[in-house]
C-alpha cells in the first residue's frame, strides 16, 4: 500500500531550519513574522485517497481570472473594492484542494494573507468566502508590502538575539558612576569621548558611530550627520582665533536642528538626529565656553525626548524585517541584511547609553550626584563591531557567546573573560560603573600586552 505524500515545509522555514505547522496559505511562523509564506510545488505522486475527485479543469480564461497574479501590489481589503468577475459553477467544498479540518478557512486570518502565496485554489475559496459572507468588510489592510527578492523576506532567526523585546529593557539596578566618584575620573571620561569624536573624524568611525552606518541610509549619511561631522571636525582643528566663529557655527546648526524637528521622523531619522544632537551637545556642554553651555543646557531635554522616542520607535523592531518596517535600507543590501540589522540595532542601543554618559557627567558635575538613568544591554564581544563584512560578522558571531550585556551583566565578565575579548566601550562602561582601578588590574591581566599596557579604553 502506497503511503500519502507528506506535505513539506514552507521556503521560508525550511531556509531557517525552523518547524514548520504547514497551515495553509500562511504556516503560524510566518504569519507571527509577517514574512512571505511560500511552498514549494508537491511532487507527484501515485497515491490516490479513496473518493476524492479530481478538482474541474479549468479554461484558459477562468485560470486567468483565478491567477494569484490578479493580487500582486494590492492590499487584501481591496479586492472588496475590484468588480467580482463571472465565477464557475462552485464545486463541492469537499472537492477542493482545502487544508486539513484544523487548517480550516475560519481558523484562517485573511488580513494577513501574502498574494503571492495564493494557489489557484484560493481564489474560488476566498470568492466562495465572500459570497457567503456578503458585503462583509474585510478590515484595515495588512502591514505587507511586495518584495522584489523572496531573499529579503526571511531574516535569519539568530537576528532573535539583538532585537527580541528584552534586549530593549533598561535596567536600573546599578548607576553609571559610583556614588564616590570624583571630578577628575569625569573629565577623564568627557576626555575619553573627545577622543572619540576624534577618530570619527579621522577614521569615519568609533566606538559608538558604526564606519559602516552610511550604509543603512544608502550608502552616506544623513545630512544632519554630514552637518554634524563638518562642525566637529571644525572644532577639533580650531585655533585661538576661530574657536568663536566655531562655537557660533556650532550653536546655530543645533538650533536648525531642533527647529527642523518632524513629528512623523522614521527610526533612520530619528537616529540621525539623536546622534547630531550628541555632537552638539558634547562640544557645548563640556567646552569650558560659558554661553556655550548656556545654550546646550537648554537643549538638554531635548535630547532626552529624543532618546526616548528612538528607543520606543526601536522595540517595535521585533519580528519584523526591515523592509516591511519604517526602516528601509538600500536595494544593493539583501545579502547583507542581518549584519545590518545589527549595525543599526546595536546603534541605536549606543547611542542611547552615550546621550545618557554626556547628561549623567554634566549632571553630577553641576549638582554633586549622579541621576539613575538605567542601562541598555549593549554587545560587549570585541570583534562583531570592528567586522567590515558580513563575512567577518558572521565568524564573530560564532566564536562564543556575544555578551549582550547592562551594566549589570558586565560586571561578571571581570572574572569570566578575557580583557581582549570585551569591546572598548564595554570597558569604558565597566570602569564608570564598577571602579576604574578594578578594570585596569583586570586590563593588566589580559593575555593582551598592548592592552595590558596602554589601559586603552
Same mark, same amino acid.
Do not use: D, F, K, Q
Given at each position: 500500500m502506497f503511503a500519502p505524500p507528506k506535505s513539506p515545509a514552507c521556503k521560508g522555514c525550511a531556509r531557517a531550519k525552523r518547524k514548520c505547522d504547514k497551515r495553509q496559505p500562511v504556516c503560524s511562523r510566518c504569519r507571527e513574522r509577517m514574512l512571505r509564506c511560500a511552498y514549494p510545488p508537491v511532487k507527484p505522486s501515485s497515491y490516490v485517497q479513496l473518493g476524492q475527485l479530481p478538482p474541474p479543469q479549468q479554461t484558459t480564461e477562468q485560470s486567468l481570472v483565478h491567477s494569484s497574479n490578479l493580487f500582486d501590489g494590492l492590499y487584501l481589503d481591496s479586492i472588496c473594492k475590484l468588480p467580482l468577475p463571472a465565477l464557475p459553477a462552485l464545486p463541492a467544498l469537499s472537492s477542493l484542494d482545502t487544508p486539513s479540518t484544523n487548517d480550516s478557512l475560519d481558523s484562517v486570518d485573511i488580513d494577513l494573507i501574502d498574494p503571492d502565496s495564493l494557489s489557484l485554489s484560493w481564489p474560488l475559496k476566498l470568492s466562495e468566502r465572500l459570497q457567503l459572507d456578503s458585503v462583509r468588510s474585510l478590515g484595515a489592510p495588512a502591514p505587507w508590502l511586495p518584495l522584489p527578492d523572496t531573499s529579503l523576506a526571511e531574516p535569519p532567526s539568530p537576528s532573535d538575539w539583538f532585537i527580541s523585546p528584552h534586549t530593549w529593557e533598561i535596567d536600573h539596578r546599578v548607576r553609571l558612576h559610583r556614588p564616590d566618584v570624583d571630578t577628575s575620573f569625569l573629565h577623564l571620561q568627557i576626555s575619553g569621548i573627545r577622543s572619540w569624536m576624534r577618530t570619527w573624524v579621522n577614521t569615519g568611525g568609533c566606538p559608538f558611530i558604526h564606519p559602516d552606518l552610511g550604509d543603512l541610509y544608502g550608502g552616506t549619511l544623513p545630512p544632519s550627520m554630514q552637518v554634524a561631522f563638518m562642525s566637529i571636525s571644525s572644532y577639533i582643528h580650531q585655533t585661538e582665533a576661530t574657536t568663536p566663529l566655531i562655537l557660533d557655527a556650532v550653536d546655530t546648526q543645533s538650533k536648525q536642528l531642533v527647529a527642523a524637528e518632524t513629528l512623523h521622523a522614521g527610526l533612520l531619522e530619528q537616529l540621525g538626529r539623536v546622534y547630531s544632537l550628541v555632537v552638539y551637545q558634547m562640544v557645548g556642554l563640556f567646552d569650558g565656553n560659558i554661553r556655550a553651555r548656556e545654550r546646550a543646557d537648554e537643549r538638554r531635554g531635548t535630547l532626552s525626548r529624543w532618546t526616548g522616542q528612538l528607543l520606543g520607535a526601536a522595540r517595535h523592531m521585533d519580528g519584523m524585517s526591515p523592509m516591511s518596517s519604517s526602516v528601509i535600507l538600500s536595494?544593493? &543590501?539583501?545579502?547583507? &541584511?542581518?549584519?545590518?540589522?545589527?549595525? &543599526?540595532?546595536?546603534?541605536?542601543?549606543?547611542?542611547? $547609553? $552615550?546621550?545618557? $554618559? $554626556?547628561?549623567?557627567?554634566?549632571?553630577? &558635575?553641576?549638582?554633586?550626584?549622579?541621576p539613575l538613568t538605567g542601562s541598555l544591554p549593549c554587545t560587549a564581544r570585541y570583534g562583531l563591531w570592528q567586522a567590515r563584512s558580513t563575512t567577518e560578522w558572521d565568524a564573530a558571531c560564532k566564536k562564543g557567546d556575544h555578551h549582550l550585556l547592562n551594566l549589570h551583566g558586565l560586571e561578571h565578565l571581570i572574572a569570566d573573560t578575557d580583557a581582549a575579548d570585551v569591546d572598548v566601550l564595554s570597558r569604558a562602561l565597566m570602569s564608570s560603573a564598577h571602579g576604574r582601578e578594578r578594570v585596569v588590574q583586570w586590563e593588566r591581566a589580559s593575555s593582551n600586552q598592548k592592552l595590558a599596557n596602554t589601559h586603552d579604553r
Open positions: 536595494s544593493s &543590501l539583501p545579502r547583507r &541584511l542581518p549584519w545590518h540589522t545589527w549595525i &543599526l540595532a546595536e546603534s541605536i542601543r549606543r547611542v542611547w $547609553v $552615550v546621550a545618557n $554618559v $554626556v547628561e549623567t557627567i554634566y549632571h553630577t &558635575l553641576h549638582h554633586g550626584w549622579s
